[in-house]
């Protein structure tokens, strides 16, 4: 798997179409997660390129939200981003808004946890500490079970997710938990540089 951009400009293409801190923390989270899950199943020497692919996941999604994975490559193309990036980045998608399937482990995995950070991280801001770093596998699956919460995160997707995986719910659950653990405090310190830039 070759990375044909650095993560600085993978990070520089997000922001040139997404304006929403939402959005970018989204990214930056995906990011994350994919490095831990790289790194976690004997894929360390191509952690770059998973976390590349977790970045610019949803970079249509801001302005293009009709045309969600169909209006990715386009903006990839441009930016001179390799087809097999493009094929990964719109993977995660299929079933849904995209007619490409996962078929790498890395695809696999984000395909499973795209919607899955989503869930844990709106349960994160429900809690005391606003945190995963406290959170048990047990709290997670209480929210998963009610679909009135974070009802945008589909829980179909996620249980395919683990099935395409070979994994079960809870392995992916609490996997997930460890991952999004592990890029909490640096997605926490580029929130706060980006309020000081900003002046807030």
Not at 78 to 86: L, P, Q, Y
Not at 129 to 156: N, W
Request: hydrophobic share 35%; aromatic share 8%.
């Amino acid at each position: 798997m070759t990375v044909n951009l650095s993560r600085q400009e993978a990070l520089e293409l997000l922001k040139k179409y997404n304006k929403e801190p939402f959005h970018i923390q989204h990214g930056l989270t995906v990011e994350g997660v994919m490095r831990y899950f790289a790194r976690e199943n004997g894929y360390g020497e191509d952690e770059e390129y998973w976390g590349i692919v977790g970045l610019l996941h949803d970079i249509d999604f801001e302005l293009y939200p009709e045309q969600h994975c169909s209006k990715a490559p386009e903006l990839l193309r441009e930016a001179g981003v390799s087809e097999e990036t493009i094929y990964s980045v719109c993977s995660h998608g299929y079933g849904l808004c995209s007619d490409l399937e996962p078929k790498h482990p890395m695809e696999k995995i984000l395909f499973a946890c795209d919607e899955l950070t989503g869930l844990i991280g709106a349960a994160a801001r429900m809690r005391p500490s606003k945190s995963v770093m406290d959170m048990e596998l047990s709290s997670l699956k209480k929210k998963f079970k009610d679909k009135r919460f974070a009802a945008g995160c589909s829980r179909e997707v996620i249980k395919e997710g683990a099935e395409r995986l070979g994994w079960t719910l809870d392995e992916l659950l609490e996997k997930t938990i460890l991952a999004m653990r592990s890029c909490e405090e640096s997605i926490l310190s580029y929130e706060e540089s980006v309020d000081r830039e900003m002046g807030l």
